[in-house]
């Protein structure tokens, strides 16, 4: 099993931004697709966004154009920069890896993050 250490999260009021990081334990994370996502109080989790291995990243609407995912693979570790942030995006983030290398599902990741949470105020 893989472990996944995030970190970043906190309080921020709206507008402002967060860099969250995520850390895997071996070097498995070089050929692993990562996502992010993200689980708000009463609410279904959902993909906030994806990076393959390669580095091709995708984005769920609510997110596009305001947070960006990318990926060290020397320091096994992705981020997740979180800008113009809105009180809807108030969450426990979670990253996770994929068994697959190109993409990620729900019913393909592996390895899931403990989650940091993360506090938007209007």
């Known amino acids: 099993q893989v472990q996944l250490v995030e970190s970043g999260g906190g309080l921020v009021q709206a507008g402002g931004s967060l860099r969250l990081s995520c850390t895997a334990s071996t070097t498995i994370f070089r050929v692993s697709a990562m996502g992010w996502y993200r689980q708000a109080p009463g609410k279904q989790r959902e993909l906030v966004g994806s990076?393959?291995?390669?580095?091709?990243?995708k984005y769920g609407d609510s997110v596009k154009g305001r947070f960006t995912i990318s990926r060290d693979n020397a320091q096994n570790t992705v981020y997740l920069q979180m800008n113009s942030l809105k009180p809807v995006d108030t969450a426990v983030y979670y990253c996770?890896?994929?068994?697959?290398?190109?993409?990620?599902?729900?019913?393909?990741?592996?390895?899931w993050g403990q989650g940091t949470q993360v506090t938007v105020s209007s």
């Open positions: 990076i393959s291995s390669g580095g091709i990243t």
């Open positions: 996770a890896r994929s068994q697959y290398s190109a993409l990620i599902s729900d019913s393909s990741v592996a390895d």
